[in-house]
């Protein structure tokens, strides 16, 4: 994952980051598409994609200098997607994810 840019934004508002969920996927699965192999996840397991549906917010993020909305969820939501994706790197991600949190809450 250090390659690889996560985007993140802090809601000022909520007092919670929010990371891009194409990112993650992305690196969790070196796949080609994330958002194709995250469209076939959410169909696979219909209670996952209510769950994205319904918790992951699309917010404005830039990447290569454009800026457009992209699937976006807080740690918590994301630590449920993470879950989903058989992936041996899933481990280090819920280990920064948990380090991040606390780093705010210092």
């Given at each position: 994952?250090?390659?690889?840019?996560?985007?993140?934004?802090w809601n000022?508002?909520e007092q919670?980051?929010?990371?891009?969920?194409?990112?993650?996927?992305?690196?969790?699965?070196?796949?080609?598409?994330?958002?194709?192999?995250?469209?076939?996840?959410?169909?696979?397991?219909?209670?996952?994609?209510?769950?994205?549906?319904?918790?992951?917010?699309?917010?404005?993020?830039?990447?290569?200098?454009?800026?457009?909305?992209?699937?976006?969820?807080?740690?918590?939501?994301?630590?449920?997607?993470?879950?989903s994706i058989?992936?041996?790197?899933?481990?280090?991600?819920?280990?920064?994810?948990?380090?991040?949190?606390?780093?705010?809450?210092?």
């Open positions: 994952s250090e390659s690889k840019q996560i985007r993140s934004v000022e508002v919670q980051w929010y990371f891009s969920v194409v990112d993650i996927i992305e690196i969790l699965t070196d796949s080609i598409n994330p958002t194709d192999y995250l469209k076939k996840m959410r169909k696979r397991d219909v209670d996952l994609g209510n769950y994205i549906g319904t918790n992951c917010p699309q917010i404005a993020m830039t990447s290569q200098g454009k800026t457009r909305k992209t699937l976006s969820a807080n740690s918590k939501t994301l630590l449920r997607i993470i879950q058989p992936s041996p790197k899933a481990e280090p991600f819920k280990l920064w994810l948990a380090q991040v949190g606390a780093d705010r809450l210092d």
